[in-house]
């Protein structure tokens, strides 16, 4: 079963809009990592976070971890239409595991 | 330097026929990935390797699938007797080491089965 969901599903938001996208998952963990994808392809590494970390910035990215809640959030700020991709989190950590786990992701449309 | 890299980029095969899927990866991760994401869909866990090792393979979904690591550096996911479900992106993934680093993706190989 997936431990990291990502909600919503789908976004789409015009150009300068905030885009906010959240992760959910279920067991204990280690870090957890967020990554995009363009077109179906490899995946590029956004963010890692870790488990002590309630916060992290970079750039235009803001993630943030509720461990109580067991949730995350990413929120790209002032977006552009190059931001349009999908968006995965990914944790690890769980049982024990060192398999990161991906969720479904949340396909992002930013329109120009 | 080099990121991962996988070959072939596109695959199409016929029903039937086996498949070999290369992942090199960055130079000198010791752990090394293989997710399976079909279309619209999430990345799908198959294997993963520490050094030449698969500690886990519960994620394979038949025994027509297998993988192998040789030197803690190529890997070869092989299909055999490919079926039209095998049709998906296979993406390779290496990290420093299991779990604890952020991971470098390839750009995947796609597969498409007749």
């Known amino acids: 079963s997936q431990q990291g969901e990502e909600d919503p599903q789908a976004l789409s938001i015009q150009e300068g809009e905030n885009a906010t996208m959240n992760c959910s998952y279920k067991?204990?963990?280690?870090?957890l990592q967020w990554y995009r994808q363009n077109s179906g392809r490899g995946l590029v590494h956004l963010i890692l976070?870790?488990?002590?970390?309630r916060e992290k910035h970079s750039g235009r990215l803001r993630v943030t971890l509720d461990t109580s809640k067991k949730s995350s959030s990413l929120l790209i700020t002032a977006s552009r239409a190059a931001d349009t991709a999908s968006y995965f989190c990914?944790?690890?950590?769980?049982?024990?595991?060192?398999?990161?786990?991906f969720g479904r992701g949340t396909s992002l449309i930013v329109h120009p | 330097g080099a990121g991962v890299s996988q070959s072939p980029s596109n695959k199409v095969t016929e029903k039937g026929k086996d498949v070999e899927l290369r992942c090199d990866p960055i130079?000198?991760?010791?752990?090394l990935y293989w997710y399976r994401q079909r279309l619209g869909q999430g990345l799908e866990f198959l294997i993963y390797?520490?050094?030449?090792?698969?500690?886990?393979k519960s994620g394979l979904p038949s025994d027509r699938f297998s993988a192998e690591r040789t030197g803690e550096s190529v890997s070869t996911l092989t299909i055999q007797r490919t079926q039209q479900e095998d049709s998906a992106v296979y993406l390779c993934?290496?990290?420093?080491?299991?779990?604890?680093?952020?991971?470098?993706f390839g750009p995947g190989t796609r597969l498409l089965v007749l």
């Open positions: 993934a290496s990290s420093q080491d299991a779990g604890r680093a952020r991971q470098g």
């Open positions: 390797f520490q050094g030449n090792s698969a500690p886990d």
């Open positions: 067991t204990s963990i280690n870090n």
């Open positions: 130079s000198g991760h010791t752990a």
């Open positions: 990914a944790t690890d950590g769980q049982g024990g595991s060192y398999i990161p786990t």
């Open positions: 976070i870790r488990s002590n970390e």
